[in-house]
Every structure is written in structure tokens, then in C-alpha cells.
T-cell receptor
Framework: AQKVTQAQTEISVVEKEDVTLDCVYE???????LFWYKQPPSGELVFLIR??????QNEISGRYSWNFQKSTSSFNFTITASQVVDSAVYFC???????????FGKGTMLLVSP | DAGVTQSPTHLIKTRGQHVTLRCSPI?????VSWYQQVLGQGPQFIFQ???????GRGNFPDRFSARQFPNYSSELNVNALLLGDSALYLC??????????????FGPGTRLTVL
């Protein structure tokens, strides 16, 4: 069965620091999809990125970057030069074999202080 | 374009009561999924509907049911509420029911409190 582990429950940083959120997944499928979502205090999950299991290219989007390594079953998320507005709970999620159903990790709460 | 909308925003019920939560997907999206998120945890999958048919069901009791309407909106029903049903209920929509795992876009959720 699929499983997503986010070992970091809470991370606190000061503005402008870089921070990496870890995600380790388990799956028996060779085709799967990985996602990151952001959940601000308002509660709505905001989609950040989607990767498929055949694409290990790292991706950068502004201050955000993602490192996908199949060898270690990890899909880590780095925020460069963090800002207060980055404060939220971040979830890593896995969809096994497609069909959209998501299995989420427990989330990492990121607190960025001024 | 409007995102996923859910109603009501907040709801307070007592044990044993019934509740109906509503969701309207993004225009053009035909698949709707429901998730339950208890405090401090990640969302847990409850149901997925596509073209009015149930396409997936999570590990939830039969007290939970859902349906999808011809306009692709959806309702989640929970009978005989228990204290443990207190949670944020999230609705997500995606364009299709596809093996390539279309991205799901989430609504703001309905916060259900059971007393």
C-alpha cells in the first residue's frame, strides 16, 4: 500500500533563510504521481507542483524548487529566501497508478518569522 | 474563473444528527473527490465521483455517502454523526477520471463540529 512520510512536524525559520521540507514515499507501482500542496490558515489546499514517476528532473519555480530522487524515494521541497507569507502547512501527496486519488503525508508546519 | 466552491463554510451539529455538505467543481471539471481532514493530520480520501458514478471509495463507514449531479456538483452526506466526525471536509475537482492522475484542485472546505 502507498504511504507518504513527512518526518518534520514543524519547522521555524527567520525570514530570508532557506528551508527544505522532506517527503519520503512508499509505493509498489512503477507509475505514480507526486504532489505538493500548501495549506494556509484559511484551510484551502493550494496546488504547488505535480511530478510523474518517469520524470526525475528537478524543477524550479521562483523561490521554490523540488528535488525528486527515485533511488531514495524522496521528493523534497526547498524554499529559498523564505518570507512570512510562506508560513503554512505543506503536504506531500502520492497518487498510485493514476486515477487522482491522493494519499497525503501528515504535513509540515512552516513558521517564518520576521 | 471561479475555483471550487463549498457550502456551508461552518456547521455545528449534535451526535446522531445528519449532515449534507455541498460542492461545486471548477467549470469544465467532471470529477469530484471528497476528503476528511482531522486536526493535525493530512486529508483522508473518502469518495471520488466521475460522470455521476462512484469511482473510488476510501476506508469510511457506510454512514458516509455521496452523489454527483448532472451539472457535476456533488453532495456528501453523513448519517448518525459521531464526535469523531468533527473535521474539515474538503472537496476537490479535476478535469477527468484519468490514469494520468489529473491534478486535483481543492475548495476552502466545510468545518464540521459535532457536539
Amino acid at each position: 500500500a502507498q504511504k507518504v512520510t513527512q518526518a518534520q512536524t514543524e519547522i521555524s525559520v527567520v525570514e530570508k533563510e532557506d528551508v527544505t521540507l522532506d517527503c519520503v514515499y512508499e509505493t509498489r507501482d512503477t507509475t505514480y504521481y507526486l504532489f505538493w500542496y500548501k495549506q494556509p490558515p484559511s484551510g484551502e489546499l493550494v496546488f504547488l507542483i505535480r511530478r510523474n514517476s518517469f520524470d526525475e528532473q528537478n524543477e524550479i519555480s521562483g523561490r521554490y524548487s523540488w528535488n525528486f530522487q527515485k533511488s531514495t524515494s524522496s521528493f523534497n521541497f526547498t524554499i529559498t529566501a523564505s518570507q512570512v507569507v510562506d508560513s503554512a502547512v505543506y503536504f506531500c501527496a502520492l497518487s498510485e497508478g493514476g486515477y487522482s486519488t491522493l494519499t497525503f503525508g501528515k504535513g509540515t508546519m512552516l513558521l517564518v518569522s520576521p | 474563473d471561479a475555483g471550487v466552491t463549498q457550502s456551508p463554510t461552518h456547521l455545528i451539529k449534535t451526535r446522531g444528527q445528519h449532515v449534507t455538505l455541498r460542492c461545486s467543481p471548477i467549470s469544465g471539471h467532471k470529477s469530484v473527490s471528497w476528503y476528511q481532514q482531522v486536526l493535525g493530520q493530512g486529508p483522508q480520501f473518502i469518495f471520488q465521483y466521475y460522470e455521476k458514478e462512484e469511482r473510488g471509495r476510501g476506508n469510511f463507514p457506510d454512514r458516509f455517502s455521496a452523489r454527483q449531479f448532472p451539472n457535476y456538483s456533488s453532495e456528501l452526506n453523513v448519517n448518525a454523526l459521531l464526535l469523531g466526525d468533527s473535521a474539515l471536509y474538503l472537496c476537490a475537482s479535476s478535469p477527468r477520471f484519468s490514469a494520468t492522475a489529473d491534478t486535483q484542485y481543492f475548495g476552502p472546505g466545510t468545518r464540521l463540529t459535532v457536539l
